[in-house]
């Protein structure tokens, strides 16, 4: 079974560019997260998509955005990209349920210059 | 709103010794709670999951952890580390119920094995 697959591995963009990253999850998983992991922060949750409509959304500013589509997958937009923004992307599929815990792409390192 | 405590961003034990990694929930009713790994330059892989059956999880690579709701705990435990252990290791809550699925993680401990 295929898992979770992110793409691309490693993006490299301008202050003030915009970046969009793809998530494609698990057969059968309908949910899609995204959390950004900053050097020194932590995970910090993003965005969650189910069935294609944004179920919850983090602290982060509005452009910061994503959607998901009729298959399931996922792309999150990040517009005017700022230097801080530079971090590993992490995206993570379930069915809806919480007890069953998310399974992880690779994750997109974001760097911005 | 629900969250977690790491206690220790860094830990190091010796080759065989005992793995201790502390987590601690902030939760008015019993939580789901987790434990993922990380290695470097990867995603999170699930190490093991509470979710209101046996208080004592047990998980992959050796791992386990203990439930206690009186001290609102949840620590990752390994009777003897492996040099293979070395990684990052996130806590993470989730509120029971539909529409409550969101994972918030803890800060992480990065786990070091001397050997």
């Known amino acids: 079974e295929a898992g979770v697959t992110q793409s691309p591995t490693h993006l490299i963009k301008t202050r003030g560019q915009q970046a969009t990253l793809r998530c494609s999850p698990i057969s059968g998983h309908t949910s899609v997260y995204w959390y950004q992991q900053a050097l020194g922060l932590g995970l910090q949750f993003l965005l969650w998509y189910d069935e294609g409509e944004e179920r919850n959304r983090g602290n982060f500013p509005p452009r910061f955005s994503g959607r998901q589509f009729p298959n399931y997958s996922s792309e999150l937009n990040v517009n005017a990209l700022e230097l801080e923004d530079s971090a590993l992307y992490l995206c993570a599929s379930s069915v809806r349920a919480a007890f069953y815990g998310y399974t992880f792409g690779s994750g997109t390192r974001l760097t911005v210059v | 709103a629900q969250s977690v405590t790491q206690l220790g961003s860094h830990v190091s034990v010796s080759e065989g010794a005992l793995v201790l990694l502390r987590c601690n929930y902030s939760s008015s009713v019993p939580p789901y709670l987790f434990w993922y790994v990380q290695y470097p330059n990867q995603g999170l892989q699930l190490l093991l999951k509470?979710?209101?059956?046996?208080?004592l999880v047990k998980g992959i690579n050796g791992f386990e952890a203990e439930f206690k709701k009186s001290e609102t705990s949840f620590h990752l435990t390994k009777p003897s580390a492996h040099m293979r252990d070395a990684a990052e290791y996130f806590c993470?809550?989730?509120?029971?119920?539909?529409?409550?699925?969101?994972?918030?993680f803890g800060t992480g401990t990065r786990l070091t094995i001397i050997p």
């Open positions: 993470a809550v989730s509120d029971r119920g539909f529409g409550n699925e969101k994972l918030t």
């Open positions: 509470y979710t209101s059956a046996a208080t």
